[in-house]
């Protein structure tokens, strides 16, 4: 079993906050897959794994900002969960290689297309990392909307509020695959068709 402490003791809180979950049916039951998802609370990871470890048994690698790996907790934490380190004043590239070894293993990759947690819980400009990750590896992209976690659990906040957020999961995105160099305007047509459908799902326009 995976996430076996998770599961066992944090799964029937986390579920206190959920009031809907749609679209299950659309989550791979087989192979490698990325999920990329809107992004504005601490607690966006937890309402994810809770969504596809119980239906698969498999481990959510999420791409971390190296920074979480820095103190021994924090460390052991995030090395237990899966988690792969992103160096983003590098631009993220061994964090890509690792990631794309993961899902060439089978794995499954989370992924928030927008880098950082919203401020505001509105929809921020995408960087390219998740079309990139998928093009690269052929792949397809889960995307997820998140509704209502801004206002549970938003960035600089550590009490979280006894709100309700909503999980909506769209069809797969299939960008195709190959290795070869992929230029900018390739990406952000990507990126953009990636976040219109996140933006969709979590109710929200993407104008970017």
Same mark, same amino acid.
């Given at each position: 079993?995976?996430?076996?402490?998770?599961?066992?003791?944090?799964?029937?809180?986390?579920?206190?906050?959920?009031?809907?979950?749609?679209?299950?049916?659309?989550?791979?039951?087989?192979?490698?897959?990325?999920?990329?998802?809107?992004?504005?609370?601490?607690?966006?990871?937890?309402?994810?794994?809770?969504?596809?470890?119980?239906?698969?048994?498999?481990?959510?690698?999420?791409?971390?900002?190296?920074?979480?790996?820095?103190?021994?907790?924090?460390?052991?934490?995030?090395?237990?969960?899966?988690?792969?380190?992103?160096?983003?004043?590098?631009?993220?590239?061994?964090?890509?290689?690792?990631?794309?070894?993961?899902?060439?293993?089978?794995?499954?990759?989370?992924?928030?297309?927008?880098?950082?947690?919203?401020?505001?819980?509105?929809?921020? =400009?995408?960087?390219?990392?998740?079309? $990139?990750? /998928? !093009? &690269?590896? #052929?792949? @397809? *992209?889960?995307?997820?909307?998140?509704?209502?976690?801004?206002?549970?659990?938003?960035?600089? =906040?550590?009490?979280?509020?006894?709100? $309700?957020? /909503? !999980? &909506?999961? #769209?069809? @797969? *995105?299939?960008?195709?695959?190959?290795?070869?160099?992929?230029?900018?305007?390739?990406?952000?047509?990507?990126?953009?068709?990636?976040?219109?459908?996140?933006? &969709?799902?979590?109710?929200?326009?993407?104008?970017?």
């Amino acid at each position: 079993m995976e996430y076996p402490i998770i599961r066992r003791i944090l799964f029937p809180i986390i579920g206190l906050w959920i009031k809907k979950i749609e679209g299950t049916e659309n989550i791979p039951r087989k192979g490698a897959f990325i999920i990329a998802a809107n992004h504005s609370s601490y607690l966006d990871h937890y309402f994810l794994i809770y969504v596809v470890v119980p239906l698969l048994d498999k481990k959510l690698h999420f791409l971390a900002k190296k920074e979480h790996f820095n103190s021994l907790v924090e460390r052991a934490w995030h090395t237990h969960g899966g988690a792969i380190p992103l160096d983003r004043e590098k631009g993220g590239k061994e964090a890509l290689g690792l990631a794309v070894k993961a899902l060439r293993e089978g794995k499954i990759i989370g992924i928030y297309p927008e880098g950082t947690r919203s401020l505001t819980g509105k929809l921020q =400009k995408a960087k390219t990392g998740a079309a $990139r990750l /998928a !093009i &690269k590896s #052929g792949v @397809p *992209i889960l995307p997820v909307g998140l509704t209502g976690t801004f206002r549970i659990l938003p960035k600089g =906040k550590h009490i979280p509020k006894m709100k $309700r957020a /909503a !999980i &909506k999961i #769209g069809r @797969p *995105i299939y960008l195709g695959h190959h290795n070869k160099k992929i230029n900018k305007r390739t990406l952000r047509l990507a990126t953009t068709r990636i976040m219109k459908e996140i933006a &969709k799902l979590c109710g929200q326009e993407y104008d970017f």
